[in-house]
Structure formats: C-alpha cells, structure tokens
T-cell receptor, first 112, second 111 residues
C-alpha cells in the first residue's frame, strides 16, 4: 500500500539554524499538507499546498516557514531560523482529492 | 476559534467489549469528519471518515454523525489489545481542507 515517507526521522539543530524537512507524498495525490504536534499537545495545521501554491496557512506559518515542491515527488518544509518553540513532531500528509488525508511517519525536530 | 472537543479519558475496556469514543465540534459549517488512531510515538493513522448524518460501518468500526447536535462518535466492537492507542477526532470546515484536531482520547483494551 502506498505511503507518505519523511526524512529525516529525527533532526537536531541549534537555535537560529535553518532546517529543511522532506516528504514524499503518495504518488497520485494532488494535495499536500504540513502539521505539527508539540509533545503532549494537539496536532496543529500549518499549511496546505495544491497546484504548486499555498492554498491555506495557519497563524503559526509565519515568514520563517516556507514550503516547496522542487520536483515531481518531493515536498519540503523549510524553517529559516529555528526557535526553541519549534521543537515538535512535524507530519507531512497528502490527499488525492482534498478530503481524506494520509500522514507520514513524521520528523522529530529538536532545537537546542 | 473553532474547537473540537473530546472527553479527556482515559478509557479502559476489557477485551471483546465495545469502546465508545465521542467528539463534539463548535463550527456548524463543518463538513467532513475523521477518526485517526495514534499509537504512542507514531503518526496519526486514518481509520474512518464520515460526511453524512447517520452511521458508517467498516469492519469492527462504526462512525456516527449527528450534525444537528454537532457530535461524531466512534464505536469499536470486539475491542482487541492492539486497539490500545489514542484516538483523534478531526473536522474540516466548509471550504477548507484544514483538519482541526481534538486532544484525543487514550483507549486501553485489557486482555
């Protein structure tokens, strides 16, 4: 069964550094998302992406965040200057028709 | 602020019993409703979705939606120890694909 994949599984970075989290959505899916989950808290929406542009973003997704689909398979989330409070699990999700969303295994980001 | 509320739990049931999980949502414009299962340290796994009032069954799982009362529930029949996980309710608003999640309900199925 096709799955969303994410790399790396764990990323440790220092405050102020840039990180790029990578995702390979399910191959025939057209809608892509990033969510995050701070330890012990709810899963929170960050951004949705369709037809090579952002379709919706949350208040969390400020100028420090960006997304890109650099080729036909990858979908990336960049955090330009990480803060301690960016430490969380970051989940990529994809959807064929914008309804049912399937999540990847996540990247644990630790900012020190 | 759109809210999705779940009973904080935890819920503990014996093996073979029916587990009942409930969720309420604040936005009357919500259109799509999802249940995800999340094992500890893992990502959310989609197990059920429902878009219309009424019941939807898939194997041992039944999702129930009542838009007038703004609640959605998940029943797990013949609960198994492998069902032990946190169950997340998620809702989308009209015109949006954004999933709004509840805090989750931790279910433990005791052998």
């Amino acid at each position: 069964e096709p799955e969303v994949t994410q790399t790396p599984s764990h990323q440790v970075t220092q405050m102020g550094q840039e990180v790029i989290l990578r995702c390979v959505p399910i191959s025939n899916h057209l809608y892509f998302y990033w969510y995050r989950q701070i330890l012990g808290q709810k899963v929170e929406f960050l951004v949705s992406f369709y037809n090579n542009e952002i379709s919706e973003k949350s208040e969390i997704f400020d100028d420090q965040f960006s997304v890109e689909r650099p080729d036909g398979s990858n979908f990336t989330l960049k955090i330009r200057s990480t803060k301690l409070e960016d430490s969380a699990m970051y989940f990529c999700a994809s959807s064929f028709r914008g309804y049912e969303q399937y999540f990847g295994p996540g990247t644990r980001l630790t900012v020190t | 602020q759109k809210e999705v509320e779940q009973n904080s739990g935890p819920l503990s049931v014996p093996e073979g019993a029916i587990a009942s999980l409930n969720c309420t949502y604040s936005d009357r414009g919500s259109q799509s409703f999802f249940w995800y299962r999340q094992y500890s340290g893992k990502s959310p796994e989609l197990i059920m979705f429902i878009y219309s009032n009424g019941d939807k069954e898939d194997g041992r799982f039944t999702a129930q939606l009542n838009k007038a009362s703004q609640y959605v529930s998940l029943l797990i029949r013949d609960s198994q120890p492998s069902d032990s996980a946190t169950y997340l309710c998620a809702v989308t608003e009209g015109g949006s694909e954004k999933l709004v999640f509840g805090k989750g309900m931790k279910l433990t199925v005791n052998p």
